[in-house]
Structures are given as C-alpha cells and as structure tokens.
C-alpha cells in the first residue's frame, strides 16, 4: 500500500548505489590511464604523429625481447672460458628465465587486452602476448639494467647508457602502443623486485656444483 514502508534494497544493491572511495579512485586511475597511454602512443601506426620514428621504435623493441637476451647469453656461456664469467653469465640465463616465467604467469591471471590502438606486428609472440600486463620488456629492462650495473665492471658513460637504455625499452612500450602505462611502471617494479630473488638464489659452484660441471 501507499503508506506502507519502502522494502529495503538489497545489499548487493545497495553497494552499487554507494560505491567505495577506494572503487571511485581506481576507476579514475584506470581512465586517465587508458587515456594518457592513447595520447602518449605517437608511434602506433605510420599514421600517427610520430609515425616516421616507428622503424626504429621497433628496433628498440627487438633489443629488449627476450629471445636475442636468451640466446646471446646462452652463446657466451658456451664460448666463456672464464669460470667467474660462466658463473655471471649463468645467472643472467636464470634471471632471464625468471623473467619470462613470472610475467607469463602474471599476465594469464590478470588477462588485460592490449591498447586497442596497438597493432598486432610485434616480433616473435606467444599466446600470453596478446595480453598487456605487465609489460615484460619493462620488466627484463630493470631486470637487466640492475643485473649488468652490480655485476659487469664498466666507465660511467656506459653505466649512463645501460640505464638510458632501459628507460628508453620502457618508453617505447607506451610509444608503439604496445602497453598502457600502468603496464610498464609495474613491469619496472616486478623487475627491479625480480633480480633480488635471483641475488638471493644466486647459483655458485659452491652451492650447486653439478649445474656447473655441465659447463
């Protein structure tokens, strides 16, 4: 009747008609997520208004996939007649490894498309490619970037460059289109994280002789 009581939503409803202040401030980061990562992809396509610098956007791209890092380190490790280098190179083959384990995981659970400006043409995918989170050339650039500076012996002009190289592998991301940019800062941070656990579980003739036996 008109005068009786209003029954009360449920309370799933009731959540919809007063979301939370953490729900409001996701959906505003997820935007202008989406949104600066559309703006700031100037090389997605010849058409675009950097479209002239995607060629050598692509070489970038190719310099932090990991299949040349995979198979560059494999070929030094074969040819090394150093016990200290095999030691330096054969962790570099397991953070790699890592690398490529951890984010395939990650990105089969999170399952996030990728920009919907991106174009399909990258070099050498997988099923899990087709997904964007995190950006696993951000994540081996870090991974890498922190590896050769606390490992290799080298001038501070090259230390500069190793450094502007991954910078510049993670800017790419977002340039060609390939990645939002919540995809690559995350991807720095899984990285950066990454080669702490390989510091930690670092391999040495000390503590797994029968890996290095095969060398």
């Not at 560059?72 to 962790?91: H, I, K, M, P, W």
């Amino acid at each position: 009747s008109a005068g009786a009581a209003a029954a009360p939503l449920p309370e799933e409803d009731c959540m919809k008609l007063n979301p939370s202040f953490v729900g409001i401030a996701l959906s505003s980061l997820l935007a202008i997520d989406l949104w600066a990562s559309k703006r700031l992809g100037v090389c997605a396509g010849e058409g675009s208004a950097w479209g002239s610098v995607r060629p050598l956007m692509k070489v970038i791209e190719v310099s932090g996939h990991g299949i040349p890092w995979l198979l560059g380190t494999f070929y030094g490790l074969c040819q090394s007649d150093s016990s200290a280098a095999r030691e330096v190179l054969l962790n570099l083959l397991f953070a790699l490894l890592l690398d490529l384990v951890m984010v395939a995981v990650v990105k089969g659970l999170v399952k996030r498309p990728r920009p919907t400006h991106n174009k399909m043409d990258m070099f050498v995918t997988i099923s899990v490619d087709k997904y964007s989170f995190p950006s696993g050339h951000a994540t081996r650039a870090a991974l890498v970037c922190r590896f050769v500076l606390r490992h290799l012996v080298l001038a501070v002009p090259l230390r500069v460059l190793v450094v502007l190289w991954a910078l510049i592998v993670s800017i790419s991301r977002v340039m060609l289109g390939r990645h939002n940019m919540t995809d690559v800062l995350f991807g720095l941070l899984l990285g950066y994280a990454l080669y702490g656990v390989v510091e930690h579980c670092w391999l040495s003739p000390a503590t797994t002789p029968a890996l290095f036996a095969l060398w």
